[in-house]
């Protein structure tokens, strides 16, 4: 993929709540969407993903949705507890040119 | 399995001063990244190997960044002479490309460099 956008750049929420993030894409060609949670002075993990032949995948309290013709695909984070707080990444990567493009982040804090 | 190692963790360097970076991805991984990560922003391609060849190098500033992965394993990269612009965290990455789909990335703690 060209580009990747991601919204929103800070989000708070009360621990319980639910959390969302976007992402959005531009090459029709991307077929592999991972996410990944950074916390402070650590290295960026992979919490799940998500392949373009899949509408949703769920891992316990977090889930990807992918809508391939809208070309955006979104983390959602329920129940959110206080270590969930970190940056969360987005990103978007074509089969065949192992090329990955990183949105800018969501810095995420959950308020206990 | 051991996750990818970098080192050093930290670096602080005067402008103009060389410094370099290692990186020992997972073992059997082919594919080795290095990314730049500025504060606040996501990480951003440099250069990627498969197995000894540099196969995209399109982003790396090739005047003052260089980089190699002799045997195939561990990877250096290295910077000189160093620049003020050139303060981030550089962080290197592996994968394992599956039979008929992508492999996620694995990186490394990232070593945080600070030019003076």
């Known amino acids: 993929g060209e580009n990747v956008e991601q919204h929103p750049s800070t989000l708070s929420v009360q621990e319980g709540d639910s959390a969302v993030i976007k992402c959005t894409y531009s090459?029709?060609?991307?077929?592999?969407f991972p996410w990944y949670k950074q916390e402070l002075g650590k290295r960026p993990q992979l919490i799940i993903d998500?392949?373009?032949?899949?509408g949703e995948k769920k891992d316990q309290r977090i889930a990807v949705t992918l809508n391939k013709t809208a070309k955006h695909f979104s983390l959602h984070i329920t129940e959110t507890q206080p270590e969930d707080s970190a940056v969360y990444f987005c990103?978007?990567?074509?089969?065949?040119?192992?090329?990955?493009?990183f949105g800018t982040g969501t810095r995420l804090k959950v308020l206990a | 399995e051991a996750g990818v190692v970098q080192s050093p963790r930290y670096k602080i360097i005067e402008k103009k001063q060389p410094v370099a970076f290692w990186c020992n991805p997972i073992?059997?991984?082919?594919?080795l990244y290095w990314y730049r990560q500025n504060l606040g922003q996501g990480p951003e391609l440099l250069i990627r190997?498969?197995?000894?060849?540099?196969?995209?190098d399109s982003q790396l500033p090739k005047d003052r960044f260089s980089a190699e992965r002799l045997k195939g394993v561990d990877s250096t990269l290295k910077i000189q002479p160093a620049e003020l612009g050139d303060s981030a965290v550089y962080l290197c990455?592996?994968?394992?490309?599956?039979?008929?789909?992508?492999?996620?990335?694995?990186f490394g703690n990232g070593t945080r460099l600070t030019v003076t």
């Open positions: 998500i392949r373009s032949n899949v």
């Open positions: 990455a592996s994968s394992q490309p599956g039979q008929g789909y992508n492999s996620p990335l694995h």
């Open positions: 090459d029709s060609a991307s077929n592999y």
């Open positions: 073992s059997g991984h082919n594919t």
């Open positions: 990103a978007d990567h074509t089969s065949g040119t192992y090329k990955y493009i």
């Open positions: 190997y498969e197995n000894e060849e540099a196969v995209d």
